[in-house]
């Protein structure tokens, strides 16, 4: 079993930053991937951003000028630095834990960002 702590959500107006972290603990030595999907009431949950555990990182298009995905593997520790934030950002955040070689993700229980003035 793998668990997800995620921190550092809140209030931020438009243009502000925001910086998420998400520590894994339990066993994780099957993990190669983290990362972070974000979902609001009534929409489909949608990938922000992934890391693996060679460092590659992937994000939706409409973050990749903005937010950087980083990882402190010492600690099983990754980190959303969320810059320019627009409303449009505004969801619940889930931190993820992929499992090498299957489909099965765990998840974290979310963590509430909202841009707003």
């Known amino acids: 079993q793998v668990q997800l702590d995620e921190s550092g959500g809140g209030l931020v107006q438009p243009g502000g930053s925001l910086r998420l972290s998400c520590t894994a603990s339990?066993?994780?030595?099957?993990?190669?991937?983290m990362g972070w999907y974000r979902q609001d009431p009534g929409k489909e949950r949608e990938l922000v951003a992934t890391i693996t555990n060679d460092g590659t990182a992937n994000y939706e298009h409409s973050v990749l000028s903005r937010f950087v995905i980083s990882k402190d593997s010492a600690k099983s520790t990754i980190h959303l630095q969320m810059n320019n934030v627009k409303p449009e950002d505004t969801a619940t955040y889930y931190c993820s834990a992929r499992v090498a070689g299957s489909d099965f993700y765990y998840w974290g229980r979310g963590t509430r960002v909202t841009v707003s003035s």
């Open positions: 339990g066993i994780t030595f099957g993990i190669n991937e």
